[in-house]
């Protein structure tokens, strides 16, 4: 079911300010930045071989990244796991009695569908399941 890991979420304050470590310091490949309105949160994405890095900037203070950088600080949010077919994952994981948060695909950033599983299924990790290329 898993292919891969997509990309690491690690929340910030600021994208400007936490930018630099990871395309200066690091080196990572810088691909862009999104702002996903209806989650208030901006987010920039680093590739580092197969996989990503992605910072998250809340936009508003009903953004859930506000509320995790309010609770926890800066540091990783999720983790995302890319599937060939987010719907029959969701069914599969469901079937196994893992909670999902989100019980259809939805649509994330850089035109991926994604769904959430919940902590409490996944040892206390926020889990993203994404299908790239994909519609809804």
């Known amino acids: 079911m898993l292919k891969k890991i997509n990309h690491i979420g690690i929340a910030v304050h600021n994208l400007e300010e936490a930018m630099p470590h990871y395309g200066g310091l690091f080196g990572m490949t810088f691909t862009g930045i999104e702002e996903v309105v209806g989650y208030q949160v901006k987010v920039a994405f680093f590739q580092i071989g ?62 991926t569908m994604i769904a959430f599983i919940n902590p409490e299924s996944s040892r206390g990790i926020l889990t993203e399941l994404c299908q790239v290329g994909s519609q809804l």
């Open 50 to 111: 197969e996989s990503k890095i992605e910072l998250l900037e809340p936009t508003g203070n009903e953004s859930i990244i506000y509320k995790f950088l309010n609770t926890n600080g800066p540091g990783i949010h999720h983790i995302a796991y890319e599937v060939d077919d987010l719907a029959a994952a969701i069914k599969q994981l469901e079937a196994k009695g893992i909670r999902m948060i989100d019980r259809a695909p939805r649509h994330g950033a850089h035109g």
